[in-house]
């Protein structure tokens, strides 16, 4: 995703991991920027745990006025997008963009297509 935005001309783009990275800058990050693309996995029906971390202390921190993307991966019933969006709907004036791209395991060609499409709805 970082490299297609980049493509399509994205001034600074921000790659977090939060398995790996600074919690905090993250959470810096997030208010930094006006436009975020969130990313997760499924874990037990939920969002990976980190994610749901971030998203719950942006939210306490009135986290709002942003235009988010939503990225989510899943073998077999993919579900954190639906998770990730009920807390980002509790926040205000937090606009989700479309398409909302799901990676069934590893990601296809068609995948590529929407994360494109889903960099041009960011980027406007």
Same mark, same amino acid.
């Given at each position: 995703m970082k490299e297609i935005l980049e493509e399509k001309g994205a001034n600074k783009v921000v790659l977090a991991d939060l398995s790996r990275e600074d919690f905090a800058e993250s959470v810096e990050d997030?208010? *930094?920027?006006? !436009?975020?693309?969130f990313a997760s996995s499924t874990y037990n029906m939920e969002m990976f745990t980190p994610m749901r971390n971030l998203l719950m202390d942006l939210n306490e921190k009135n986290y709002q006025n942003r235009k988010v993307g939503i990225i989510e991966n899943g073998t077999w019933a993919p579900n954190s997008a639906k998770c990730m969006k009920e807390i980002l709907s $509790?926040? !205000?004036? &937090?606009?989700i963009v479309e398409p $909302?791209? $799901?990676? *069934? =395991? $590893?990601? !296809? =060609?068609?995948? &590529?297509? !929407?994360l494109s499409e889903l960099a041009e709805a960011i980027l406007k």
């Amino acid at each position: 995703m970082k490299e297609i935005l980049e493509e399509k001309g994205a001034n600074k783009v921000v790659l977090a991991d939060l398995s790996r990275e600074d919690f905090a800058e993250s959470v810096e990050d997030s208010f *930094r920027y006006g !436009k975020v693309i969130f990313a997760s996995s499924t874990y037990n029906m939920e969002m990976f745990t980190p994610m749901r971390n971030l998203l719950m202390d942006l939210n306490e921190k009135n986290y709002q006025n942003r235009k988010v993307g939503i990225i989510e991966n899943g073998t077999w019933a993919p579900n954190s997008a639906k998770c990730m969006k009920e807390i980002l709907s $509790t926040m !205000k004036n &937090i606009e989700i963009v479309e398409p $909302t791209v $799901t990676i *069934r =395991s $590893t990601l !296809k =060609s068609t995948d &590529i297509e !929407k994360l494109s499409e889903l960099a041009e709805a960011i980027l406007k």
